[in-house]
């Protein structure tokens, strides 16, 4: 296929996520991920991605820069109900249409809320207003409706930025739109994007690359990237716009990954760490309990998002001052006179006691320097010591030292004693 062929504008996708709590409120923009996947699968590549606070004259130059260079753009945020909400009115100022209370949309809104037993009050009544000649998508999750139309070639879609009823949206709307619009005669030969991706930890993004190294032959219509985050460095494989790939090579690709970063690989696809640890809990009838201090319960939290996770997490206790720490886990009081809240002698007997007292499989513990205060010049701030008690003399404890802010140390390290009792089980499955 020719290089005019890959570049079809048509098959060119742009994301834009409009919210200023995208911008400086600590929230994460995981819509754009999901519709380069999604759109992928049709053969339609995202080259572009723009984040854009509530300010309509920003969404409006944003928009602009983003029809010029795509011939699908797809809008997350902003339809919802409050004067902040500033998407329709900036693609109605663009494409020059005229916003109107459409009756579908309107019928479909009040039919939503009417199952909460709510009916919907000013501020929701603008969420129906719609640009003229626009095709409304339904929302079959939440209020707000979504809506999309063509501007000098380009198909813009809008979408509320909540992740629940966009992929909703997206999967019952958008892609059989797109797809029935996307020409037969450009289409024809248009091969899926496949993206592979494998999550792993405890490597820096250096030496994740440095082990991947040579690994795509130029000749190969496959990009290599790699994402560094605070659970860890995602390494994605993905085939290249309108080429197509034999799938024994893409497979042998991946083999090679799996071989060369080995036991960092946790997951792949679409799994997290909580996912991979719940299922060897569960396959191996094993129980565990959780006594944090600097994570302040955010392993339990990652637990528990995973559904039937009460089949093998029996409980968890935030324990954050030494008196807890002795009330609750029996942590000896000179321990904690002798080295500290934040030594490998208090992770193992926080460890130790969380496991006499419950009777579980495997007790975990974390205790650590958060930050941005309380550090010493011996105990600086990221350093954080987790335990791991199996019973029968089976007990380890790893020293850590993180960086980052408060946040990113927490998140470090939950990650870390996730990954400890992954290892642990594999090795507990391989005996």
Known sequence: MSMRARNDRSFIAGTIAIGSEL??????????????DVLGAIGVEVRFKSIVGDNRSDIERVLKTACNRAGIVIVTGGLGPTVDDRTREAIAAVTGARLARRKEALEGMKARLAQWGRIPNKGQLRQALIPSQAIVLPNPVGSAPGFSLVWRGTHIIALPGVPSEMRAMVEQSVIPYLISQLKPSKSRGRQPLTRLV???????????????????????????????????????????????????????????????????????????MEEVVGRL????????????????????????????????????????????????????????????AVS????????????????????LSVTGIAGPGGATETKPVGLVYIGLDGGRDDMMTREFRFHGDRSVIRQRAAQAALDMLRRWLMNKGNL
Not at 23 to 36: A, H, K
Not at 353 to 363: D, L, N, P, Y
């Open 281 to 340: 809990l569960h396959g191996q009838r094993r129980t565990v309990a959780v006594a944090e201090s600097c994570t302040g319960g955010l392993i339990a939290y990652r637990l528990t998002q995973v559904p039937g996770s009460s089949s093998y997490l029996d409980r968890a206790v935030v324990c954050y001052s030494n008196q807890a720490k002795m009330e609750l886990l029996g942590v000896p009081e000179h321990l904690l006179r002798e080295h500290g």
């Open 23 to 36: 911008l400086v409120g600590g929230r994460t923009d995981s819509n754009s991920l999901f519709i380069t």
């Open 198 to 272: 494998f999550h792993t930890w405890g490597m820096s993004e250096a030496d994740v690359d440095a082990k991947l190294t040579g690994l795509i032959k130029k000749s190969l219509p496959v990009a290599l990237g790699l994402l560094a985050s605070p659970t860890g460095v995602l390494v994605s494989l993905t085939t290249e716009a309108g080429r197509a790939l034999k799938e024994d090579a893409l497979i042998s690709l991946a083999e090679e990954v799996r071989t060369r970063l080995g036991e960092w690989i946790y997951a792949e696809g679409q799994d997290t």
């Open 344 to 363: 490998r002698e208090v992770a193992e007997a926080m460890a130790k006691g969380m496991r006499e007292r419950t009777g579980v499989s495997v007790a």
